[in-house]
């Protein structure tokens, strides 16, 4: 159980191009997901929360105009990379709680969507 | 503020050696959970365990065990006769119980088990 899956695992696309990536989770209802981004050889960097039927809440620094995140059901979240340039190059990850409030405290992870602009 | 610190950047063992991963964490929460999660190439975090606050209980499952001792702050992992397989990057993080449930991570230990 607890499965959360990510659509595409890999993208590559032309700078000032926008990229759609989803996360899903298979098995239970989520209404938090959690999207992160992270470098090479770092650690996860928590990029915003997306609570279902609201709006996300971003962490300090991350453009919200720039990465559009919809949680439109409980089981769907996805993160949009507006005019992705080179810099936007990077491996994001998704995490979903299991819901409801009080059943469990634990963020499972998406495997993640490597995304390269060239 | 909340932190987590894992010294240890990268640990080479020998097939089954057994190996500790170090994790110190700081928060001014009375209550809040632990959790390691392991990377391995693929890059999908794959959960560990959990562990809450109030429960100090060491666990073990198979090859591995935790420690935890809230008086040092420390959750300590350790994989008893290590196998390749175990090769991966392990992050150590803190939540809080509240309703954000956002996760701060340490940095991760890059394990290498070598044959």
């Known amino acids: 159980g607890a499965v959360v899956s990510q659509h595409p695992s890999r993208v590559i696309c032309k700078s000032g191009t926008s990229v759609k990536i989803e996360c899903r989770s298979l098995?239970?209802?989520?209404?938090?997901m959690f999207w992160y981004r992270q470098f090479p050889k770092q650690s996860l960097m928590l990029m915003a929360t997306?609570?279902?039927?609201?709006?996300?809440?971003?962490e300090q620094g991350v453009e919200k105009d720039k990465f559009l995140i919809n949680h439109a059901s409980l089981t769907l979240s996805t993160l949009t990379v507006t005019s992705a340039h080179p810099e936007d190059s990077s491996f994001y990850i998704c995490?979903?709680?299991?819901?409801?409030?009080?059943?469990?405290?634990?963020?499972?992870f998406g495997p993640g969507t490597r995304l390269t602009v060239l | 503020a909340q932190k987590v610190t894992q010294a240890q950047t990268e640990i080479s063992v020998v097939e089954k050696e057994d190996v500790t991963l170090d994790c110190v964490y700081e928060?001014?929460?009375?209550?809040?959970?632990l959790f390691w999660y392991k990377q391995p190439p693929s890059g999908e975090l794959v959960f560990l365990i959990r562990?809450?606050?109030?429960?100090?209980q060491n666990e073990i499952s198979g090859r591995y065990s935790w420690n935890f001792q809230k008086s040092t702050s420390s959750f300590n992992f350790t994989i008893t006769a290590s196998q390749v397989v175990d090769s991966a990057v392990y992050f150590c993080?803190?939540?809080?119980?509240?309703?954000?449930?956002?996760?701060?991570f340490g940095s991760g230990t890059r394990l290498l088990v070598r044959p």
């Open positions: 993080a803190l939540s809080r119980r509240d309703s954000s449930y956002k996760l701060i």
């Open positions: 997306s609570n279902e039927g609201s709006k996300a809440t971003y």
């Open positions: 098995d239970f209802q989520a209404t938090t």
């Open positions: 928060t001014r929460d009375t209550t809040y959970y």
């Open positions: 995490s979903a709680r299991q819901t409801p409030l009080g059943s469990t405290d634990t963020q499972y």
């Open positions: 562990r809450n606050s109030f429960d100090e």
